[in-house]
């Protein structure tokens, strides 16, 4: 792909399915952003009630040329609609206005919107492509970027979906510019935990970088999605379907999706469950004898100062500890009902290993307590 405009490029290779990733301001103002993309009759911008004002009119104009008539999904905006119901409101657009298999779907919004429609796209008619336009940090960094797509069940988040891979991820930087601090914070946990599981360089650029971040700097975040997707296409690269490597990339997650179902979807936002998930499976690796005191207390500190919770919320007052496990237990990553953590086995290497109930419950116990 030739360009004039200013971005930068990060490739995920996977054969037949690769594709690039590019980064840079203002990108849903250049049309050249969504060149060699299939062209089709009809596409699809599926978005939420929240970003669509913003920026829906924006990549209307961009893809106009590429296809005969472009549709719009406009879905409710949080965690709480990643369901089944709201999945079928893409199949009901999809039907009803009669797209074929070259339909292009094209996600514009955060991870929810993003996950759904790559769930859709994977679905429809067996399968139809797809383009990423993430307007979050968290989907930028994270999200956006590996072909995971899902929704969520009462019982676990992300329980039902499947792989499959965009065609092409377009992340505008401007369009941080509209989160709310809380939304940005959330994305920084996805930033966070990259440094501990792979880079120990990267997590001391982003201690150092952290107020900057916070402040919107165009060129701190530009490196924060770049490397923080080069980190994920590497693994991705070798791992696409989480048989063994990919799963790193849960650091805190398994923590973080107790709370998330525990509290209820959408009380707190995933990055925030994440952060929280991350001090707790820090912790947990520190009992365990993977990490010193020092280390853990240096993480819990960059948590904090990017707006994270550095303590875990109570999820069930009678019984709390046991509820995360039952939580827990409906993992992914879990193993005939054991539970599996991502750990750090020091500093810039991460492990999947299993821990003893016992001593879970002691980490989920001092990490409410705070």
């Not at 792989?163 to 369009?175: A, G, S």
């Not at 707790?280 to 100062?305: H, K, P, Y």
Request: with cysteine.
């Amino acid at each position: 792909m030739t360009s004039m405009f200013a971005h930068e490029t990060v490739s995920i290779d996977l054969g037949d399915r690769s594709y690039d990733i590019l980064i840079g301001s203002g990108l849903l103002q250049e049309a050249s952003a969504f060149d060699g993309l299939p062209r089709s009759s009809s596409a699809v911008i599926v978005t939420n009630e929240t970003v669509g004002p913003l920026y829906l009119d924006a990549l209307q104009r961009l893809i106009a040329s590429r296809h005969h008539v472009v549709h719009v999904a406009v879905l409710k905006d949080g965690e709480s609609y990643k369901t089944w119901a709201t999945l079928n409101q893409i199949f009901d657009v999809l039907l009803d206005r009669g797209c074929d298999r070259k339909t292009v779907l094209y996600a514009l919004g955060g991870g929810v919107v993003g996950d759904m429609t790559g769930f859709a796209a994977a679905c429809y008619m067996r399968g139809v492509p797809f383009v990423q336009v993430p307007t979050t940090l968290l989907a930028q960094v994270d999200s956006s970027v590996g072909g995971k797509t899902a929704i969520n069940h009462p019982l676990g988040k992300n329980m039902i979906g499947a792989f499959y891979q965009p065609q092409r991820v377009v992340c505008d930087l401007q369009t941080l510019a509209t989160l709310p601090r809380r939304e940005l914070s959330a994305g920084l946990a996805e930033v966070i935990k990259y440094g501990p599981i792979h880079d120990m360089d990267f997590m001391a650029w982003t201690e150092a970088n952290i107020d900057a971040l916070m402040a919107l700097d165009t060129d701190a975040l530009a490196y924060a999605v770049r490397r923080s997707c080069e980190i994920k296409a590497a693994v991705v690269g070798q791992d696409e379907r989480e048989s063994g490597l990919r799963a790193i990339l849960n650091f805190g997650h398994t923590f973080g999706h107790a709370i998330e179902a525990g509290l209820g979807f959408g009380v707190w936002l995933h990055g925030e469950a994440v952060g929280a998930g991350m001090v707790m499976a820090a912790e947990l690796s520190r009992r365990l004898g993977l990490v010193d005191e020092a280390f853990v207390e240096r993480f819990r500190q960059l948590i904090g100062r990017a707006g994270l919770p550095v303590k875990a919320p109570v999820i069930d007052p009678a019984r709390n500890a046991q509820s995360y496990l039952d939580h827990m237990r409906v993992d992914k990553k879990a193993e005939a009902g054991d539970i599996r953590f991502v750990l750090i086995d020091g500093p810039g290497k991460a492990v999947v290993r299993g821990a003893p109930d016992a001593l879970v419950a002691e980490v989920i116990d001092h990490c409410c307590a705070g």
